[in-house]
T-cell receptor
């Protein structure tokens, strides 16, 4: 079966711009979570969506937002980019959320964002 | 507060030997799940193994086993018969009922031929 697809794989943006990242979960998976990974901070939780509803949000400024569509595809948006937003952004899908333990998360390959 | 701690930034192991990667956790929730993920240099995170807080037996998946000691709040990953392809970052993670999984800082494993 197809895995989690994240697009684009690489992105270079200028400070002040905005960016939209896309994630298509595994077919049938209704929960999508987003993480920011940096060498200094590790994996930081951004938000989780289930059936188009945000169920949890991490400690990120309001410049970071997301949404989920009826087909479970999700997008995250970062506005007014800062240099510190440079990171690997990972999307993960699961059947029903964090306690769907038998499956854990299936992660995408990530989008590497570089802000210059 | 919920927390995952991995105290080994890097580990070396000889090919074909076993290795234990440490993980301790902290939560006041009685129901939680513990996970291990592998991240090769390609960047993709790969789910390895899961342990539920109410599971009586330690989880095993092929060469991976999770040494779950609930009273000590530890969930160490044991990899038996290490292979060169096991060289990667390994993350311990925990989820509770808040629809969020938190990750430790990771341990980089180097397998020597």
């Amino acid at each position: 079966k197809a895995g989690v697809t994240q697009t684009p794989r690489y992105l270079i943006k200028t400070r002040g711009q905005q960016v939209t990242l896309s994630c298509s979960p595994i077919s049938g998976h209704r929960s999508v979570s987003w993480y920011q990974q940096t060498p200094g901070q590790g994996l930081q939780f951004l938000f989780e969506y289930f059936s188009e509803t945000q169920r949890n949000k991490g400690n990120f400024p309001g410049r970071f937002s997301g949404r989920q569509f009826s087909n479970s595809r999700s997008e995250m948006n970062v506005s007014t980019l800062e240099l510190g937003d440079s990171a690997l952004y990972l999307c993960a899908s699961s059947l029903a959320g964090s306690l769907e333990a038998n499956y854990g998360y299936t992660f995408g390959s990530g989008t590497r964002l570089t802000v210059v | 507060a919920q927390k995952i701690t991995q105290t080994q930034p890097g580990m070396f192991v000889q090919e074909k030997e076993a290795v234990t990667l440490d993980c301790t956790y902290d939560t006041s929730d009685p129901s939680y799940g513990l996970f291990w993920y592998k991240q090769p240099s390609s960047g993709e995170m790969i789910f390895l193994i899961y342990q539920g807080s109410y599971d009586q037996q330690n989880a095993t998946e092929g060469r991976y086993s999770l040494n779950f000691q609930k009273a000590r709040k530890s969930a160490n990953l044991v990899i038996s018969a290490s292979q060169l392809g096991d060289s990667a970052m390994y993350f311990c993670a925990m989820s509770t009922g808040g629809f969020k999984t938190i990750f430790g800082a990771g341990t980089r494993l180097f397998v020597k031929a």
